[in-house]
């Protein structure tokens, strides 16, 4: 039987979302998404322009990926809200990434803003993914309010610095009954690895493969990482112990 993830009504082999931003050229977006094999690409609705065919981000992302639009930008509800309904007008689909922002230093999400813009549209009928910062409490609204996911942040975004929020990520897998994609901070291939390993449904990936020196060859990377730490995860590592334990006899056969 095929390990899929299930979001909405769409079933993904891939559990690799790429972000667009920051690429040093549109022209490496399809060559990203090609060699990472992510089905499922974000981009902020500012860079959606119908009126330009090289400026315009949905140019460069394959017909065959999900779109999904984040509302980066957005300081409250609100105006997380007219931003989907904006997206979804401009033939983006119904896909949604929810980003409220009010903080400009560390870039955190604002989790009471994402509730209310969570309930909004998802009775909406969008495929709601709320970014936020890792809580349990705040995770059950969430899921109460109708999120398809839950997005918590490993590391503030962009800042390429891990899985800062290990533990509090490994509480959401164990508590949330909804697919956990670790989203923002992931810098290094090893690290996404590491985040499927816990049991994370899937991973979002932008600044860490925008910003290499190869792009291309780094969405790669991403990729076989993402697949290697999910199946590391479904084959269920070994326990941790203490105390060493041989993996072979020590006494005995020179007697024998």
Do not use: H
């Not at 993402?226 to 006899?249: C, D, E, F, K």
């Amino acid at each position: 039987m095929a390990d899929v993830l299930k979001i909405g009504d769409k079933e993904l082999t891939s559990r690799l979302f790429l972000g667009t931003g920051k690429f040093a050229s549109n022209k490496l977006i399809p060559e990203a998404v090609a060699a990472s094999g992510a089905q499922v690409v974000t981009v902020a609705l500012r860079r959606v322009d119908p009126d330009s065919r090289d400026e315009n981000i949905i140019n460069y992302i394959p017909q065959n990926c999900i779109l999904m639009p984040n509302t980066s930008g957005a300081r409250t509800a609100e105006e997380a809200v007219r931003i989907a309904r904006l997206a979804r007008a401009a033939g983006c689909g119904n896909w949604v990434k929810i980003e409220v922002i009010s903080d400009n230093r560390y870039l955190l999400p604002d989790n009471y803003e994402t509730i209310k813009a969570t309930e909004i549209l998802a009775a909406e009928g969008f495929v709601v993914l709320p970014y936020m910062s890792p809580d349990l409490i705040v995770a059950k609204r969430l899921a109460a309010a109708g999120a398809a996911a839950v997005m918590p942040l490993g590391a503030p975004i962009g800042s390429n610095r891990g899985l800062k929020t290990k533990e509090l990520i490994r509480i959401l897998i164990e508590e949330i009954p909804l697919p956990i994609i670790v989203d923002a901070g992931i810098g290094r291939p090893s690290e996404a690895a590491e985040a499927m390993e816990i049991g994370a449904a899937a991973v979002l990936v932008n600044t860490a493969i925008a910003t290499a020196a190869d792009p291309v060859a780094m969405a790669k990377a991403f990729g076989l990482a993402v697949a290697a730490g999910r199946t590391a995860y479904l084959a269920g590592p070994g326990a941790v112990q203490q105390y060493a334990s041989a993996s072979s006899p020590l006494t005995g056969f020179l007697r024998e």
